[in-house]
């Protein structure tokens, strides 16, 4: 049965607008591209902003919600372990090049919000973590409200155990 409950489509459509606007941006887009992560789950999070529309008309399988739940929680963890130490360094590298061509104050403004877009990352991290961890208590209320007399599916899914490690690590 889909689900289309109107609060999980909300925390849904903010992640994916939290993502493509906040953590891979144009600024840092090079660097987040680095987080290693199955192919599958790179794949949802990146291509959720365009799908979105689809899944309000159409709704969500929980075994969808929960992919996406697993998706954003192994980027958060892949994030903050290895690229927020690293961002700045990483984005840095061979920019100095690119800017040194072309219209001197455009560059330098360009340096400016790629800078503040670097320092915003770990704060825009933790809301994206925030967001991850608010649709799964709601996934996980709903699923378990309407499985009442048959197991519900976030038990059938042993990944999910993790989850808790994955967002606060």
């Known amino acids: 049965m889909p689900v289309k409950d109107a609060e999980i489509l909300k925390t849904v459509g903010k992640i994916a607008e939290h993502f493509q606007n906040n953590i891979s941006n144009r600024f840092v887009r090079r660097a987040v591209m680095t987080v290693q992560m199955p192919q599958a789950r790179w794949d949802l999070l990146e291509n959720l902003p365009l799908q979105f529309d689809y899944h309000r008309q159409q709704g969500f399988q929980y075994d969808e919600l929960y992919e996406l739940v697993l998706a954003g929680a192994q980027f958060v963890y ?3 372990t290895h690229l927020v130490p690293n961002l700045k360094t990483m984005l840095n590298q061979g920019t ?9 104050g455009g560059a330098g403004q360009e340096r400016t919000l790629r800078d503040m877009a670097v320092k ?12 991850v961890n608010e649709l799964y208590v709601k996934t996980v209320s709903l699923d378990r409200e309407q499985h009442k007399k048959t197991p519900p599916v976030c038990d059938s899914m ?5 989850l808790g490690r994955l967002l606060v690590n």
């Open 120 to 131: 915003a990352f770990p704060e825009n991290l933790g809301i994206l973590t925030d967001l």
């Open 78 to 80: 892949e994030a903050r």
């Open 96 to 104: 100095e090049a690119m800017f040194s061509h072309g219209n001197a």
């Open 158 to 162: 042993p990944e999910l155990k993790d």
